[in-house]
């Protein structure tokens, strides 16, 4: 399965943005989903993810209350709503995909990654 990043850009303090991962190649409906993001010179650390179903969904203590993760299934997106952006936002944003069921927060059980897409907050 492919994955397309999408929805990134240069936002105010305060402002929201709404970032798709288009998948192509097969369909997302049995995999479970997650945003890493990765600011320069740092690790790339989760941000928020879904269980394939839908019905669970974990998000790092950072990004909590402010960022909301969800899927269509029809559409074979899934997306990350991010309301009230912060400078500490800024980062390039990436979709993953695990087949394997549970929301892992290290990149490293991730096998999918689309590309990234940058998202910069000015203050």
């Not at 190649?25 to 839908?54: C, H, N």
Request: proline content about 2%; overall charge neutral; aromatic content about 14%.
């Amino acid at each position: 399965v492919q994955l397309q990043a999408f929805g990134g850009g240069l936002v105010q303090a305060g402002g929201s943005l709404t970032l798709s991962c288009a998948a192509s190649g097969g369909t997302l409906s049995s995999y479970t989903m997650a945003w890493f993001r990765q600011a320069p010179g740092k690790e790339r650390d989760f941000v928020a993810g879904i269980s394939w179903s839908g019905r669970n969904t974990d998000y790092s203590d950072s990004v909590k209350g402010r960022f909301t993760i969800s899927r269509d299934s029809a559409k074979n997106t899934v997306y990350l709503q991010m309301n009230n952006l912060q400078p500490e936002d800024t980062a390039d944003y990436y979709c993953a995909a695990n087949p394997a069921g549970l929301i892992w927060k290290s990149f490293r059980s991730y096998d999918y990654w689309g590309q990234g897409t940058l998202v910069t907050v000015s203050s």
